[in-house]
């Protein structure tokens, strides 16, 4: 008779409890409780996933372009779709960073000016975390109105960038004004009437200042719009996550605020970017 060992039987309870990806969390799990004997018992563990619990939240983590991106609860998880939106962006800082110094080259006049990142709406600080960690010589900046995403992004970004708290903008330093090379945002966009239909993981677990979008779904990003084209520096860009629904309002209210717009999307990570440049 085989006897079914550890493994098995979290698969078959994960399973069970609906968890489409059963194996690599029961995977994920098993090595938590090895590697953390005085954390939560590989029982406990599965009972919160059964129960309905993120995984992040459980294993305290998320994955993110090959980083461990700190997660505490009721913070936004980062998606992986958001992946096209730091590829993207990071692209852009790598370039930005290269013309700045090409030109401190050509002008002789000292050292390159550091190149001014900012994530808005950043949750765990995910995209800014891949940003610092790629281009150390960049300022990296970040921003959320949730204390608890705030703490947690801080940690994410550690000695590498600063977070503040606050209204979008509005805690921001004012030295940061006409000087943001690239602002990065995935504010949320979800319409206020389908968040019932999102899984309950989302709607029931994260902050609804993360997932809310207003009525149209483009509330929020109207508003970091509007005020982007106030903090960006000349031919500064402006990445903004969206659905591909709903990219057409957002594109729209991108060029009322007076930003040259392109729509960029990836199957691979079924995602869409508006891109926005000042100038």
Partial sequence: MQVMDAN????????AAGCVFA?????LLL????????????????AERVSGTPLEYILGW??????RITVSPGVFVPRQRTRYLAELALHRVKAQARNVSEAAQLSQSGPARDVVVLEMCCGTGAVATVLAAAVPSARVYAADIDPAAVECAQRNLGARGQVYCGDLFAPLPQELRGRVDVLVANAPYVPTEQIALMPPEARLYEAR???????DGVTVQERVAFQAVQWLAPQGRLLME???DQAPLTAELMERAGLRVKVKSSKKFYATVLTGTLG
């Fill in 8 to 15: 098995d039987g979290v698969v078959q309870r994960l399973r």
């Fill in 209 to 215: 200042t993360a997932l809310d979008g207003g009525p």
């Fill in 31 to 46: 090595a938590a409780a090895a590697e953390d004997p005085q954390a939560a018992t590989l029982e406990e563990m599965v």
């Fill in 242 to 244: 969206t659905s591909r």
């Fill in 23 to 27: 194996e690599q969390e029961a995977a």
């Fill in 62 to 67: 998320a994955e993110f372009l090959n980083l």
